[in-house]
């Protein structure tokens, strides 16, 4: 989590940062061959040089975005999570929960699909 300490330390609310802390940790943890780096002042997780995700904070909620291909196809399923979307990314609010079981399958949809991309977005 070093990649990101300075970052986290950024956020003066510190059920926020503690949040945040717990879902950076969580993908780490849970996903060790990805690599954590700091580009465009985001925190992202990379799989041999490609994008996997990126996941930002903001005042009223944390933004995971997994890029459109991953958005599609788990729309539904973000939906009925109760998380607001866009077409390349989706938000879950500080006060809600995150749900784990979804994060993961993104992920490794994302891990799995870019198997043998060698750009850093699709």
Same mark, same amino acid.
């Given at each position: 989590?070093?990649?990101?300490?300075e970052?986290?330390?950024? %956020?003066e609310? /510190?059920?926020?940062?503690?949040?945040? #802390?717990?879902?950076?940790? $969580?993908?780490?943890? +849970? &996903?060790?061959?990805?690599? @954590?780096?700091?580009? $465009?002042?985001?925190?992202? =997780?990379?799989?041999?040089?490609?994008?996997?995700i990126?996941? !930002?904070?903001?005042?009223?909620?944390?933004? &995971?975005?997994?890029? #459109? *291909?991953?958005?599609? @196809? =788990? *729309? @539904?399923?973000?939906?009925e999570?109760?998380?607001?979307?866009?077409?390349? /990314? =989706?938000? %879950?609010?500080w006060?809600?929960?995150? !749900?784990?079981?979804? /994060? #993961?399958?993104?992920? #490794? =949809?994302?891990?799995?699909?870019k198997?043998?991309?060698?750009? &850093? $977005? +699709?």
């Amino acid at each position: 989590m070093k990649a990101f300490e300075e970052y986290t330390a950024g %956020i003066e609310n /510190l059920d926020h940062r503690s949040k945040a #802390e717990e879902i950076y940790s $969580w993908i780490a943890h +849970r &996903f060790p061959h990805l690599e @954590q780096q700091m580009k $465009w002042n985001t925190p992202m =997780f990379t799989d041999h040089g490609t994008f996997i995700i990126g996941i !930002d904070k903001a005042k009223h909620h944390m933004s &995971f975005a997994p890029e #459109e *291909a991953a958005m599609k @196809q =788990f *729309a @539904q399923l973000i939906e009925e999570a109760g998380y607001s979307s866009t077409k390349g /990314l =989706f938000r %879950i609010k500080w006060n809600q929960p995150v !749900d784990y079981e979804l /994060l #993961e399958k993104i992920i #490794e =949809f994302n891990i799995q699909e870019k198997a043998d991309c060698s750009t &850093f $977005w +699709r």
